[in-house]
């Protein structure tokens, strides 16, 4: 197996644009202790600032992401740009954390209780479970995960060019089957992961204590520096970009559209609004968002529809919806224009 692929781009200006569905704001998107202090964000409001902390032997601190994930099919790769100061960042412990693992209820204890199934590291063909390693950057294992690619950034006074980009291939994440299967990230439609860091119901359990799910969920990063490359008393890796885009060619374009943007507010649409389903959809006209975490609202829409998982429709509106936790696909159409987006309600 190859090790990363490393590709050598000239520094050119770049041309042209390139769209993002999912990205991640630095004001509220990127945190440590394990999702609960969100990092501090540069006067530009465009980057975030990890500091490391030193251990034996080298220098580290996680990154996860605070905010929801909505990780779409059509989008399937993770675009990072990550600069460090004060020290050299170790690809060879840098690593990708992907967690996101589920349990299903299965009836009843003797106390009425629900009786949750404990192996949440096998495959199900409705709630599938993902392995849950930190992943290195290179590493025999996962190396075929990985791009690392060059791109330039502003130091403030000149542009200078650097291997700072990770390209994350999210459709080799491998599941937890006995063949650590490639691909099946994306096996039950696009992926949802609030940042949940102990088991939480997200789908509620008859009265038979069936049909429930529970879920612990997160995404982020293990930033790794060795002692002998410090060289200040507080070392950091900097966050300038993530998102996810279609093909991974344009990982670049899209950290140089970010970085000649203004702010970095822009970043993610609906940021205000409390919602499950981040990214809406690709239509501009029919945008579908939750609201308060229960009502499924599509603004100006002529119909809005919520089906089951089992494909029966549950609930039609004008342009929103009242919903019971469970998992749905929410439909909605204006002036002919229709989008679907799926959503948790809990």
Known sequence: MNKFTLAAIAAIAFAGTASAQVRWN????????????????????????????????????DIRYAATANLKEEEPYLVVQITTEGCAWNLNDFKFEYMLQRKCSEG?????SVKWGGNTDSFHETYPSFRGDKLKVVDEYGADLYQLLGSRINNGTEDVYTEDVIVIDL???RATDDDKTEGLLFSA????????????????????????????????FVCIAKNATVTSDQPTFTIH???TVADSSDALMVCEDYANGEGG???????????SV????AEESVKIYLKNGRTAVAPGADTIKAYGIDGKLVATG???????????????????AVSTVKAIVR
């Open 26 to 61: 630095p004001a509220n998107s990127w945190a440590t202790d394990n999702g609960k202090t969100i990092l501090p964000v540069s006067e530009d409001g465009k980057c975030a600032v990890n500091k490391l902390g030193k251990g034996d032997g080298q220098w580290r601190a």
């Open 108 to 112: 009843l204890n003797e106390d009425g």
């Open 171 to 173: 459709n080799k994440v």
């Open 189 to 220: 439609g696009d992926v949802y992961m609030p940042n949940l860091n102990a088991f939480e119901t997200v789908v509620e359990p008859d009265a038979n204590g069936e049909g429930g799910v529970q879920q612990r969920s997160w995404m982020g």
């Open 241 to 243: 970009y993530t998102g």
């Open 265 to 275: 507010q822009e970043v993610r649409d609906d940021d205000d609004v409390e919602s």
């Open 278 to 281: 981040a990214g809406i959809s």
């Open 318 to 336: 004008v342009d929103s919806v009242e919903l019971e936790n469970g998992i749905y696909v929410i439909m909605a159409e204006k002036n002919g």
